[in-house]
């Protein structure tokens, strides 16, 4: 297939809705083994001494991923996310209000390849979350492989993201006076080997820890469907049992982070590249499932109130999937 490439008079608009988001596939791709090359660099060199001491540091902060981050205004406000919003673009829809006196575990759905509208919607202000959910902090959970790595951890942190080990999530939840966001991608890296255009199929169905601390914790639970978010990318083709996905899911074990080998679109062409297709995407936030504080559920509980929230997600896909260009034939279906 022929290049497509991209007219010579774009405006500026566009070029800088494309500088933002090229940052940020870029700061998933390689910005972490740069921050790592930089810091190793300055320990052998001139910079010896800072290196040293921000290595110190590092080590009396490790705990910060773990105990609701350390999140910065000032970051969640740049321009850049306005860019990097308006290049999809992306909208957080909001169907009714959450009080903020209760903490909540907001499940995101699905993945997709890098989770675009869980980053724009719950680590930026550039949806405008604080406005549609006054008094309610999110806190978008990833890796914690993300947070060992230099100079990239304080940048992840400044936009609200904390580590998605159970410590962390209980850590928001036990949070007094209530208005802690718990975001997370439920269906993980092994969703986003399945994030392709069209894709409806969520990892769910075995996935239940989540809803075991939320009764703990007496949280409320609310599904997030992000329509759009799995048609941004193309992936080589990777059904389960061909080589591809055992190799894939076999890094996954060793590596703790998914493999997808995605594609899209360039910079100055339409053909193939690594920047996202221009598609919107809509993220609709659901009711609340209020949960009762069961300090020590028992299986028959949790399975009962996983039922219940599935029930509530696929109520949520139904009623909004025709306003957002998923034929009314399609359907929810969870592995």
């Known amino acids: 297939m022929p290049l497509r490439f991209a007219p010579l008079r774009v405006p500026l608009r566009r070029r800088l809705q494309t500088a933002a988001v090229l940052q940020w596939v870029f700061s998933f791709l390689a910005l972490g083994q740069l921050c790592a090359l930089l810091f190793a660099l300055?320990?052998?060199?001139?910079?010896?001494?800072?290196?040293?001491?921000?290595?110190?540091?590092?080590?009396?902060?490790?705990?910060?991923p773990r105990r609701g981050g350390r999140r910065s205004a000032w970051v969640r406000?740049?321009?850049?996310?306005?860019?990097?919003?308006d290049y999809f673009p992306i909208?957080?829809?909001?169907?009714?209000?959450?009080?903020?006196?209760?903490?909540?575990?907001?499940?995101?759905?699905?993945?997709g390849?890098?989770?675009?509208?869980?980053f724009a919607n719950f680590c930026t202000e550039a949806t405008g979350f604080g406005g549609l959910f006054p008094g309610l902090r999110p806190h978008l959970l990833t890796l914690p492989c993300w947070f060992r790595l230099p100079l990239l951890r304080d940048y992840l942190l400044c936009g609200g993201l904390v580590s998605s080990e159970k410590a962390s999530l209980e850590y928001l939840l036990s949070r007094r006076g209530g208005g802690q966001v718990a975001v997370i991608a439920v269906g993980g890296p092994p969703e986003a080997l399945d994030a392709r255009p069209g894709a409806l199929t969520l990892?769910?169905?075995?996935?239940?820890?989540?809803?075991?601390?939320?009764?703990?914790?007496?949280?409320?639970?609310?599904p997030v469907f992000s329509f759009g978010e799995n048609e941004l990318f193309q992936q080589v083709s990777n059904p389960p049992g061909s080589g591809l996905r055992r190799l894939q899911l076999r890094l996954q074990r060793v590596l703790g982070v998914a493999l997808p080998l995605f594609h899209a679109r360039g910079v100055f062409q339409y053909s193939f590249g690594l920047l996202p297709f221009r598609r919107p995407i809509h993220t609709v936030v659901g009711a609340p499932l209020a949960l009762p504080r069961t300090p020590d559920p028992s299986p028959q509980t949790v399975e009962r109130w996983?039922?219940?929230?599935?029930?509530?997600?696929?109520?949520?896909?139904e009623e909004h999937k025709g306003r957002y260009g998923v034929p009314p034939e399609r359907h929810l279906t969870f592995v």
């Not at 990892?203 to 609310?222: D, N, T, Y």
Request: positive net charge; charged residues 20%.
């Open 113 to 118: 390849v890098l989770a675009a509208g869980a």
């Open 306 to 317: 996983h039922r219940l929230y599935l029930e509530q997600l696929v109520a949520l896909f």
């Open 203 to 222: 990892q769910l169905l075995a996935r239940k820890g989540f809803v075991r601390i939320a009764l703990e914790h007496g949280a409320s639970l609310v």
């Open 77 to 85: 406000g740049w321009t850049l996310w306005a860019h990097f919003r």
């Open 42 to 64: 300055a320990l052998r060199g001139a910079l010896w001494l800072p290196a040293l001491l921000y290595g110190a540091w590092l080590l009396a902060d490790r705990e910060t």
């Open 91 to 111: 909208s957080l829809v909001r169907t009714t209000e959450l009080d903020p006196r209760r903490n909540y575990v907001f499940g995101f759905h699905p993945h």
